[in-house]
């Protein structure tokens, strides 16, 4: 019977911050819950690795996938209790160590244990968008990146990845960085369990939503500058635009228009915290999804939006083609013209291209956590048994 370590640093350390999470947040805990059952929680503090005992690990992890009030206190209190375990499970070839969020990847100190001990690391790779578009990320971040995946490749065991594009830009780098490629398969993301009842309309009139995080990736600026193009054009007649997501990096462009820009204001809602039941409510009435992003490793407002029946207007990208096929309406990110005729056509509820996509959608499949883990479960009863 394989046992598990989960890496549940990324985790404690965002929760305890009080930090919405990512949709990498999210693949971590569907992970813990997952694997939770058969695994012991590892929390690293510095260069001090702490494993939590099985009974503290089951209640640690519970306790991740539904936060309370004495949350941070417990937290202290049962790492505390645990900095002295035995980590004599590290050094077991039967164990699987499963890091499912990127963390520590780059940290000298967690690639020196990595080459130490003899469980075998299970990744996740959300994406390799910081070698690709380093313009997009945080100074630094490309050579950061870089070393995550050098560390991927050098240590895992097994990788899963969320598309087959991700997983063709990881060999591609394995390639040109002459490092082996481990075992990998491609297991798709279910998007977050939001109501699919009908709910009361959050908006009045015609509206078109952009979901996920602000920052310069997801092209917020330039739709924005489309629709001060459209309210100018229009007046009270435009549609307005709801954009649903936290503040981020590199994003002083869209918050400049977004702040300062009077040609907005009234005509564009910023939703910078939302509950479940108010996204599927603002999925469920919008005219259609923009989601113009110029590089991404999946794309989890689409399968979010297909689940609410909202059409998708987004860009020309592998991974957008690979979950979503001929249904969405796929444009360049920087085609001005055709976002606008399109969002003009979007906007009549009845145009024939909108009917046609909502037809097309009828047949889209929403890939499940359950379907994600039949893909990972084989994948490491795949791998060479540990010899007896």
Sequence with gaps: MKQFIIDATRSIDRTMQGRLPTGVDRVVLEYIRHFSADSRALVRLHSRWVLLGNADSKQFFAALLQVNTGFKSWVQRCVAKSFFNSNDDLHQANVFLINAGHSGLENKNYIKKLASIQARPLFFVHDLIPISHPEYCRPG?????????????????????????????????ALAQDLPMPAAAVAWLAAADLPLQALPRPVPGPYFVMLGTIEARK????????????????GAAAPKLVIIGQRGWECENALDLLERCPALQGHVLEVGRCTDIELAAYLQHGQALLFPSFAEGFGMPIVEAFAQKLPVLCSDLPAFHEIAGDIPEYVDPLDGARWLALIGDYCDSQHPLRLAQLARM????????????????????SLDPVPA
């Design 141 to 173: 971040e490309l050579q950061r990146h870089q070393l995550r995946m050098q560390t991927v490749l050098t240590y895992a065991h097994a990788v899963v990845v969320n598309s087959q594009a991700t997983l063709d830009e990881l060999r591609a780098f």
């Design 219 to 234: 092209n917020h600026a330039f739709i924005l500058q489309l629709w001060r193009q459209l309210v100018l054009r229009l």
């Design 362 to 381: 009828a047949g889209f499949v929403a890939p499940t956590w359950a379907d994600h883990f039949v893909v990972v479960d084989q994948l490491l009863a």
